[in-house]
Nanobody, 120 residues
């Protein structure tokens, strides 16, 4: 019932910025948490950032992006944004949006991903 679609990926020089968008749709869209993950070639998928959707809007970041990335929400538009600043080549990956339907840390819905490539 829930669909997620990422957009905003592309090519950027090291030190530059990109803004990713995750748009949710479906009969009902009221997840507990919406998060961003990323996966580089040959590596496991890793957590990037998350935000509480229904209440509080509290955020969480991985140490590798803390201070450089910022996640935000627009509940009226069913959209979560990921502002990425001071990008590094190591940030190169496919970025995925995911949502938890209930508390517990498991993500029920995933988007198709958007490619982010940072050149040196």
């Amino acid at each position: 019932q829930v669909q997620l679609e990422e957009s905003g990926g592309g090519l950027v020089q090291a030190g530059g910025s990109l803004r990713l968008s995750c748009a949710g749709s479906g009969r009902t869209f009221s997840p507990w948490v919406v998060a961003w993950f990323r996966q580089a070639p040959g590596k496991e998928r890793e957590f990037v950032a998350s935000i509480m959707w229904r209440i509080f809007g509290m955020t969480n970041y991985s140490n590798s992006v803390k201070g450089r990335f910022a996640i935000s929400r627009d509940n009226a538009k069913n959209t979560v944004l990921l502002q990425m600043n001071s990008l590094k080549p190591e940030d190169t990956a496919v970025y995925y949006c995911a949502a938890q339907n209930r508390p517990g840390g498991y993500y029920d819905y995933w988007g198709q991903g958007t490619q982010v490539t940072v050149s040196s």
